[in-house]
T-cell receptor
Framework: GESVGLHLPTLSVQEGDNSIINCAYS??????FIWYKQESGKGPQFIID?????DKRQGQRVTVLLNKTVKHLSLQIAATQPGDSAVYFC???????FGAGTTVTVRA | GAGVSQSPRYKVAKRGQDVALRCDPI?????LFWYQQALGQGPEFLTY????????KSGLPSDRFFAERPEGSVSTLKIQRTQQEDSAVYLC?????????????FGSGTQLSVL
C-alpha cells in the first residue's frame, strides 16, 4: 500500500491567500521528504525538502512543516499566485514513493 | 542539455507491439529512476539505476517490462507485447549521487497510449 498520502484531492484558493496542503506517511523510519509541483504536461518539479532531524524549513514563499509524532507533513504557500495552480505531491525518499496529488486551483 | 530529456514525447502503439522509451539524464548524474503515472494519479516507482547497475526493479509490473542503462548514462525502458493497461505517462528522473535522500530531476515524460 501507499506509504504517503495527501488528505484532500483538491484545494481552491483565492489569489493572495495562503495555501496549506497536507500529507501523511506511515513509515516511522522515513527520514527524508520532498514536495513536488507538477504542471499539466510536465514532470514533477522540486519545491522543497526536509530531513527528519528538522521540523520546519522555509523557502521562497513556501514552508514545509514536519510532525514526526503524528507522521504528518504540510506545505504552506504564502500569497498564492495563479502560477501556483498545479498538482502537488509529497514524496518519501526511502521507498521512492509518491502519494496521490492535491490539485490546487487559484481563483483570481 | 540542461535537464532530463525523454523521447518520444508521445507514443501510440497497437496492443501487442513492443515499445522502447528513451531517457537522457542530466550529465554526470549517477542515479536514474523510472516511474509510471496513470491519469490522475501520482508517479509509481518502477526501477532504479546507480550508474549501470539496476539496484531495484521491484516496481516493474510484469516481465514484459525491461529497463537498461548499459553505459551508466542513457536509459531505455522497453515494454514488450503492450497491453491497454500499460497506457500511462512514463517519467524518468535523475539525481546527482547514489547516496540517497536527495531531490530528483524529472523529464516531461513519454505519454504511451496502447490501442
Amino acid at each position: 500500500g501507499e506509504s504517503v498520502g495527501l488528505h484532500l484531492p483538491t484545494l481552491s484558493v483565492q489569489e493572495g491567500d495562503n495555501s496549506i496542503i497536507n500529507c501523511a506517511y506511515s513509515n516511522s523510519a522515513s527520514d527524508y521528504f520532498i514536495w513536488y509541483k507538477q504542471e499539466s504536461g510536465k514532470g514533477p518539479q522540486f519545491i522543497i525538502d526536509i530531513r527528519s532531524n528538522m521540523d520546519k524549513r522555509q523557502g521562497q514563499r513556501v514552508t514545509v512543516l514536519l510532525n514526526k509524532t503524528v507522521k504528518h507533513l504540510s506545505l504552506q504557500i504564502a500569497a498564492t499566485q495563479p502560477g501556483d495552480s498545479a498538482v502537488y505531491f509529497c514524496a518519501e525518499n526511502r521507498k521512492l514513493s509518491f502519494g496521490a496529488g492535491t490539485t490546487v486551483t487559484v481563483r483570481a | 542539455g540542461a535537464g532530463v530529456s525523454q523521447s518520444p514525447r508521445y507514443k501510440v502503439a497497437k496492443r501487442g507491439q513492443d515499445v522502447a522509451l528513451r531517457c537522457d539524464p542530466i550529465s554526470g548524474h549517477v542515479s536514474l529512476f523510472w516511474y509510471q503515472q496513470a491519469l490522475g494519479q501520482g508517479p509509481e516507482f518502477l526501477t532504479y539505476f546507480q550508474n549501470e547497475a539496476q539496484l531495484d526493479k521491484s516496481g516493474l509490473p510484469s516481465d514484459r517490462f525491461f529497463a537498461e542503462r548499459p553505459e551508466g548514462s542513457v536509459s531505455t525502458l522497453k515494454i514488450q507485447r503492450t497491453q491497454q493497461e500499460d497506457s500511462a505517462v512514463y517519467l524518468c528522473a535523475s539525481s546527482f549521487s547514489g547516496q540517497g535522500n536527495e531531490k530528483l530531476f524529472f523529464g516531461s515524460g513519454t505519454q504511451l497510449s496502447v490501442l
